[in-house]
């Protein structure tokens, strides 16, 4: 009898003993990162105190971990954070988002518009304390102009880039792609066509300067540890906690060090978006980079600290111009016409976001003139136009709906897509009297069905890849790999080619409005509204930016103390 | 006894490669592909990548690829995140996911197995009356909603425990009490029930007619008994507990295995859905077997072979 006690006991003894084991790991690993867990807890003071401490570090949380932040290769929008603090390229964007001298100091532009020679700023040092100088962006050239670096915007490079496309393809060497070290300080882009939207292009993350004595001693290992990650921006990386968190510290090597007031920014992974706000409310954390949509209504009602930040960005739905009875103008035109975006955006959305009547978003200007002033609204005014709508209905052979068949509406699934989807199922089917289906699936099903055309009317949208209207055009031109509409134009094509190459920018306004005049006439789509993104920042931190593209600047911010 | 241990290895190895084949077989015959991003990529980027990851070969082909990587502890590259392996995943994300689950189970263990006792003792009266509605409520509450509402209450309106991580021995709280609280209400309701049974026994009414005190009835015979439906469920609730929760470290921001786990099946990262699933399938099955052998040990009635 005893002896089965005595095995029950051991039973328990053995369980505890696992988990002392497992304990034992998890300890482990706490006193490797104890340096920084003794960080975190300084900074924990500060938030609670904020001006009895004169130390400029702050917590930001983000919802997604990036899937790398390698600057030549990610295009993940979750790596931008990383990617604008820790690497800079010959220019940059400031906080009204033009184009200002990066690493470059200065550049010329040949009279054809097609060659760009930079001179780099003088002294240059990478984060490391080496020099940094010409043959560096080369060197990063080549490497995204490799196929094994699977560079995601290689395309960014090779469009524009003499020879670039060829080497890709193996056709040439490298010598012959049109980048070159003239000497230390001076780099030549050669260009296929004058491309006037090429200094836009030119800030992207992909053509940031990667240090090659790294990336040839750590291999694809080199973003993965904060001594192999060498940057040449404002902040390097001095922690990286898997799935946890990345902090970034000031770059001393870097030209305007002396200007960058933040010391230490820790970024935070916190994958819940309401658990991110109750940091951010307890003051846990300075920056929730995402905000719950739902309470975005009542955040802006009780803080301050609420920024809503104009994207560069269109929300629409994809039409496929293939399949009947979407073939059909009319009834394209109707569905665009029988939409109430107005109160898509005040009820279902309850944000800032702005009614969209074309694909282009707002946001670019030259000489105070932006691209969408005095735009046409192609008659999709923000309430609808239901009368209008039911008449083109009726045009193309569907009187009060009759005889149409069941519309798939599709969307990946997301929450706030569904509501939005459902918003305009009730429209369609109130104001045009047809049937709606609405499926969903999630987005790599959902994309590869899209690719293929399996849809009728799908959810969809593009957020710029640098602040130019030239990056929305191709998504709509017939031989472009990013045109899913199935939708083609002649006359269009001509004149997007055509708007290209305009040197003089307010010409090329002009050329590219008459391209989306001929695109909208078609209504291959249904844009939606143009979308701005909600972050919360605790007022005592000044001088950051979010640009309409996405980057997170903290290189001008600072802690204000607030006595 | 050693007959039966190599029996079951055996049998575990079987198991396994079962699981690896049907897992391998499903992840493939899924639409959608582990490049989809939320940005298109060029084609020949995805060319590229197909070639990196060996997407080109045939199905067998990669199948034996991967039982070849297997049998070397190689899980092979994640395929979304750059230079990153599943063995990283799995050595970064385990520890963390292990202790949560490791002081999760010590208090489940510590407060279920009494609650249990105690209620099927005052069987019928109030105090059996409260804990049962409270193991109900445990029972039937979702843990993304205690999670929820314990943030709520005591991170976000008393203050009392921080509201993410797991840096200090605050933090713990609030997750473990999320993770625990089905087991534990599960663990108590079938540790009274499974009592309730034994002590309506012969053997217990002769064991108190010899003169034992309730004391040594209830802990000598009726608990030993008692116990096993228990142990029998320990097995799975440590290896789930252990393997780390989605919901839970989704929602306190802890870095575990969990949250991968999940992630990585909407991401089609082909190696990293096999070699948590090879993982945590290990697991399971080692648990099992442990328990089946502590069966042996604390019941002679119990026959394995």
Redesign the interface.
């Known amino acids: ?1 005893k002896k ?2 005595i ?2 006991l ?3 003894l053995i ?2 003993l ?2 002392s084991v ?2 034992a ?5 706490d006193d490797q990162g104890e340096s920084s ?1 003794a960080d ?2 300084a900074s924990d003071d500060i938030t609670e105190q904020p001006e009895d401490s004169g130390e400029q570090k702050i917590i930001v949380s983000l919802n997604n ?1 990036p ?2 932040i ?1 600057p030549n ?5 979750f790596a931008a954070p990383f990617l604008a603090n820790c690497f800079e390229g010959l220019v940059t964007v400031d906080e009204n988002s033009e184009l200002i001298p990066g690493l470059a100091e200065k550049w010329e532009i040949s009279e054809d518009g097609k060659t760009y020679t930079f001179t780099l700023r003088a002294g240059l040092k990478w984060s490391d304390g080496s020099d940094l100088n010409a043959e560096d962006f080369v060197y990063s050239a080549e490497r995204v102009l490799t ?2 670096t ?3 915007y ?2 960014m490079l090779s469009d524009y880039i003499v020879n670039a496309q060829e080497f ?1 393809d193996g056709e040439v060497e490298f010598s012959e792609v049109g980048v070159e070290a003239t000497d230390e300080n001076t780099l030549v882009y050669t260009l296929n066509e004058p491309t006037p939207f090429f200094l836009d292009v030119l800030s992207m993350p992909v053509y940031a300067p990667v240090q090659k004595a790294t990336i040839e001693a750590n ?6 540890s904060p001594e192999a990650y060498v940057t040449d921006g404002p902040f390097k990386v001095i922690d990286m ?4 968190s990345v902090t970034l510290a000031k770059n001393e090597h870097y030209y305007n060090a002396d200007q960058v007031k933040i010391e230490e920014i820790t970024f ?5 978006d ?3 706000l ?2 951010f ?2 003051g ?1 954390i300075d920056c929730a980079r995402n905000v719950p949509a739902a309470d975005v209504p009542k955040l802006k009602a009780e803080t301050n600290d609420l920024y809503t930040i104009p994207q560069y960005a269109t929300t629409f739905y994809l039409i496929n111009n293939s399949v009947a009875p979407f073939d059909d103008v009319n009834v394209r035109k109707a569905l665009n016409l029988a939409l109430d975006r107005e109160a898509i955006i005040a009820n279902v959305l309850q944000s800032e976001d702005m009614a969209a009547s074309a694909l282009v978003s707002p946001g670019y200007s030259v000489d105070g003139k932006d691209y969408a002033d005095g735009r046409s609204d192609y008659d999709i005014n923000p309430q609808g136009d239901v009368e209008e709508a039911k008449r083109l209905l009726a045009e193309a052979g569907y009187p009060d709906g009759e005889g149409f068949p069941t519309l798939e509406l599709s969307y990946y699934t997301d929450e706030q897509v569904k509501l939005v989807v459902e918003a305009m199922a009730q429209m369609f089917k109130d104001n045009l009297g047809i049937e709606v289906n609405i499926s969903n699936e ?4 959902y ?3 899209v ?1 293929a055309g399996n849809y009728q009317v799908a959810a969809m949208g593009w957020g710029a890849d640098y602040l130019h209207p030239m990056t929305f055009f191709p998504l709509f031109v017939s031989t472009d ?2 045109n899913n509409s199935f939708y083609g134009n002649e006359a269009y094509d001509s004149a997007v080619a055509a708007s290209k190459v305009i040197q003089d920018p307010a010409e090329g306004i002009v050329a590219m409005r008459e391209a989306e005049d001929i695109l909208m006439a078609d209504y291959p789509l249904i844009p939606l509204y143009h979308r701005s993104t909600n972050l919360l920042m605790n007022g005592r931190v000044k001088g950051w930016n979010l640009t309409p593209t996405n980057n997170f600047y903290f290189r001008n911010a600072y802690i204000e103390d607030s006595d | 006894m050693l007959k039966f241990a190599g029996k079951r290895v055996g049998m575990m190895i079987i198991s396994l490669f079962i699981i690896i084949l049907i897992t391998f077989i499903m992840m493939h015959a ?4 582990p490049f ?10 995805e ?3 197909n070639e ?1 990851y060996k997407l080109d070969d045939s199905l067998p082909e990669q199948f034996f690829d991967y039982i070849k990587g297997l049998v070397r502890f190689d899980l092979g590259p994640s395929f ?5 392996t599943v063995n ?2 799995i050595e ?5 996911s ?2 949560l ?3 999760t ?2 208090f489940i ?1 510590l407060s279920a197995i009494p609650l249990g006792i105690w209620s099927a003792l005052k069987n019928g009266r109030w105090q059996d009356g409260a804990i049962m509605l409270i193991a109900t409520l445990g029972v039937t509450i979702p843990s993304f909603i205690v999670a ?1 509402l314990l ?2 209450l005591f ?2 309106q008393l ?1 009392i425990f ?4 797991l ?1 200090s021995w605050q933090s713990y709280v609030l997750p473990v009490l999320a993770l625990g609280g089905y087991s534990m209400a599960f663990i108590a309701r079938l540790m009274r029930s499974s009592l309730l049974e034994v002590m309506g026994q012969d053997y217990i009414r002769t064991a108190r007619s010899k003169g034992l005190s309730e004391t040594q009835v209830v802990v ?1 015979h009726g608990l ?1 008994n008692a ?1 096993i439906p228990v ?1 029998t469920i ?1 097995g799975p609730t ?1 290896a789930n507990l ?1 393997t780390g929760s989605f919901v839970i470290e ?4 802890i ?2 295995m969990g ?2 786990f999940v992630d990585s099946v ?3 990262d082909y190696t990293a859905i096999m070699g948590i699933t090879v993982f945590y399938a290990t697991f399971l099955l080692v648990m099992t077997f442990i328990v089946d052998l ?1 069966y042996l ?2 019941d002679p009635r119990i026959k394995l072979d």
């Open positions: 009898m089965r006690i095995k029950i051991s039973f328990v369980m505890s696992l988990l497992f304990t790991c998890g300890s482990k690993k867990v975190e807890e971990e899937d790398g390698d290769i990610t295009s993940n929008s196929p094994e699977t560079a995601e290689v395309n890709f291999g694809d290992q080199w973003t993965l906690k898997m799935g946890e935070r992974y916190i994958k819940d309401a658990t991110a109750s940091a409310q307890k846990e999630e987005w790599a099903v994309f590869e069905n690719k790999q990013l | 899924v639409p959608g592909g989809t991003r939320e940005r298109e990529l060029p084609e020949k980027v060319k590229a990548l990196k979304k995140y750059q230079g990153i990283d995943f970064n994300g385990f520890p963390i292990a202790k689950g490791g002081v189970l010590v263990l929820t943030l709520y991170s976000y203050n921080p509201t993410y991580g840096e000598k030993r116990l142990i320990l440590v252990l989704k929602i306190f921001a870095p575990g949250v991968y909407g991401q089609r502590f040990m604390i």
